[in-house]
């Protein structure tokens, strides 16, 4: 299907639905890319792995080879970022618990507070705080893993509750999103957030609650293919051995009490070899039986080619037949087994083969609202407050989540326990996040960062479409301007006709010699206090914005 048709085509969500036709998957395999190391290619790779490609990141990779732009990629140096600070004011009629432990721009982490006020207001804190983190991303793909396993082991900061608990959550994401899933997996079974969301802590030898058992083996590790064939035994039986978790709020840990723990054996389907996983006594027995729990599990070939699908769908496309199956997901989910689940050989792999930079994985993903949000702030390089002035820096932040969210993708608050439903239902995928309600949003975003603005704490979040062109090789050119904005903006070109009538159009201004535009830019340039000229390169600039992202090729990565 081709995705521009798609998107100038939507009229309701019930039409998507009814739409079956799939565009085929790049062409290609694992093979290391060995072709040209372009302009073109890095901003393919930056789009996919990062927020955006700003114009410094491109100039930058432009200097590395092809090798040593995807190693620094993957291998991000950057520290972890400064906490959440609290940013808000408590309400003056909360006499339970106030928040008075906390000074206005201090960090909130360590103080316990059982306040649902006070909580509700640290949750929004910490969403305003990942967006930020988000737009100031180092030159790595840290970022975007991180979103992917916050998609993966999906959770909502709504039940959750404690802000404490959803932070520390993240930073176990963050803190692992490169490293090894198996060691993820079995930290996130015991996280406080995790306990709590999937009633972990409610699990015990007296009521065995199924609810994380299930999750573990549908969503987290084997999912709901044909091959994965765990039956509902197997369910109870891994509710059995996580039985005696508990949250500790106070050390904003969890731990395990051995009297709510089912000590029996736990006997597991063929599936799993019929395992059984003995019964264990002792303060480390929850741990035991854990292991033991994840040892069965992962040893199902399953597991890796569940989690490679995954991958392969955030990354290059949502459809995978039987040719990127055999071709790409099963080689690299022995990879992924060889190097014992550690995530970065497989994303090395992937990152690197001719596979994920054929010409038809260019274009093909339409922008998640995240990316769209964030990749837009930084592509325009749109200027944010200093880090100091937390009110304004953190309503700027709020604008966006909030825009985030008004697009289907509240970060923080995936629907359920499944994630974001672009990510894994069938046929449609990505074209999920484009409906009728959802497209006029997104124009009407981008409408107003360029147009008028948002203003807060008396400061403005805007497209500086001026400040922007300056980057440019040659702006005083139009058709060369024209060309090296999409260059940017655009994975899929439009044509030389639609360029041309653009030019005369919006930067001509309606004349027809290109000596229009070259002498209103020049004047700006060397003479800025010219109104009304100055008036007439920035309005025509704004247009000019405001109509490439108005058109569909803008929604495509």
Known sequence: MNRKSFLTSVSSPKKVDNQAIIAPPPNGGLAEYKGA????????????????????????????????????ILNPTAALPDP???????????????????????????????????????????????????IHQDRSILEKMTLFWHNHFATETSVISNAQFVYKHHLLLRSSALGNFKALTK?????????????????????????????????????????????????????????GWRNDTLNISSKFVESRHDKTNKQFSAFYNNTIIQGQTGPDAGEKELDALLDMIF???????????????????????????????????????????????????????????????????????????????REYNIIFPAVSDYKTYYGFCNYLVSASANLQQSIGDPPDVSGWKPYYQAPQYYEIWITSDTLPKRNQLTDTLIQNGYTFNGKKMVIDAATFILQLPDPSDPNKLIDDLLK??????????????????????????????????????????????????????????????????????
């Open 187 to 243: 930290a996130i079974t015991i996280d406080p957030a995790m306990l709590v969301y999937l009633n972990g802590e409610d699990n015990s030898n007296k009521a065995p609650d199924e609810n994380y058992g299930r999750e573990l083996q549908e969503l987290f590790c084997c999912g709901k293919g044909p091959a994965s064939l765990y039956t509902e035994e197997d369910v109870r039986a891994s509710a059995q051995v996580l039985t």
């Open 37 to 72: 190391w372009t302009e073109n290619e890095v901003i393919h790779l930056l789009k996919r792995t990062m927020f955006g490609a700003k114009k410094a990141d491109i100039d930058y990779f432009k200097t590395r080879t092809f090798q040593q732009s995807v190693d620094e």
């Open 299 to 377: 040893a199902t070939e399953e597991v890796a080619k569940y989690l490679c699908r995954r991958i392969y769908r955030w990354f290059v496309y949502y459809d995978i037949d039987d040719v990127v199956e055999s071709t790409i997901i099963t080689p690299l989910a022995q990879i992924f087994r060889s190097n014992n689940y550690e995530i970065k050989p497989v994303l090395n792999a992937l990152i690197k083969s001719e596979h994920f930079f054929d010409i038809l994985a260019k274009g093909c993903q339409i922008k998640s609202p995240v990316d769209l949000v964030v990749g837009l702030v």
């Open 488 to 557: 940017i903006i655009y994975r899929i070109d439009i044509s030389a006709a639609s360029k041309t009538q653009l030019k005369v159009d919006i930067l001509l201004g309606g004349q027809s010699s290109d000596y229009y535009w070259t002498d209103a830019w020049n004047t700006y340039l060397t003479n800025p206090g010219n109104t009304s000229n100055t008036n007439t390169v920035k309005n025509r600039l704004r247009d000019l914005f405001r109509y490439f992202m108005n058109l569909s090729e803008y929604q495509l990565a």
């Open 84 to 134: 959440p600070v609290k940013e808000y004011v408590t309400p003056t009629n909360n006499t339970n618990t106030p928040d008075a432990n906390i000074l206005e721009g201090a960090p909130w982490i360590l103080d316990p507070n059982n306040d649902g006020t006070v909580n509700s207001l640290r949750r929004q804190s910490f969403k305003k705080w990942w967006m930020g983190v988000m």
